[in-house]
C-alpha cells in the first residue's frame, strides 16, 4: 500500500451535466495519461465511481501524486465556462462521505482541495487566491472538511 499524505478534492473543471466518465477517460488518453486523472468522481445525483485502484497513482497534482488519493466531482464550470461550486446537495453529502472514508483508513492524510497546491508567490505563507493557478475545486475543501 501507498504511504498517503493527501486527500486532495478536485472539481472536473467542466460543465455539470455533459461531464460523463466516458468523456474523462477519453480525454486522459488524448492527452497521453496511462492513468486517470481522479481514483473516484462524485457525479451530480451522488453515485460515486472509482476510476482508478488506490494503490494505483493517479494524475491529481504534478509532483504528489505518489503521496495522494484524488476524489473529484463532476461540474466546476458554469455555462459560460467561468469557475464555480456547482455540486449538487447529492454530490455534498456523496464527497463528505467519501471524504470521511478515506481519512478514517488514512488518518495521517492531509484533505486539501487542487487549488492548495499552488506556489506561496510572496512567500508569506500562505497562499491566497490571487496566487491560485486554478481554481479547482472552486472551494475552500481543506475548510469545508476541517473536522474530520
Not at 480525454?27 to 445525483?45: E, T
Not at 486554478?134 to 476541517?146: L, M, N, V
Request: charged letters at 25%.
Amino acid at each position: 500500500m501507498r504511504d498517503i499524505h493527501y486527500i486532495v478534492v478536485h472539481c472536473t473543471a467542466t460543465p455539470q451535466k455533459t461531464t460523463t466518465v466516458e468523456k474523462l477517460r477519453t480525454h486522459w488518453k488524448q492527452i497521453g495519461w496511462n492513468a486517470p486523472g481522479y481514483h473516484y468522481i462524485v457525479l451530480p445525483n451522488g453515485r460515486i465511481e472509482q476510476l482508478c485502484e488506490e494503490d494505483r497513482i493517479a494524475n491529481g497534482v504534478k509532483g504528489y501524486n505518489k503521496t495522494t488519493l484524488h476524489v473529484a466531482y463532476a461540474g466546476g464550470l458554469d455555462h459560460n465556462g467561468q469557475p464555480i461550486d456547482n455540486r449538487t446537495e447529492q454530490q455534498k453529502a456523496a464527497l463528505y462521505f467519501l471524504v470521511e472514508r478515506l481519512k478514517s483508513k488514512y488518518p495521517n492524510a492531509s484533505i486539501r482541495g487542487h487549488r492548495d497546491f499552488s506556489p506561496d508567490l510572496n512567500g508569506d505563507g500562505v497562499i491566497s487566491e490571487h496566487e491560485f493557478i486554478k481554481q479547482c475545486p472552486c472551494f475552500d475543501a481543506a475548510k469545508e472538511y476541517a473536522g474530520i
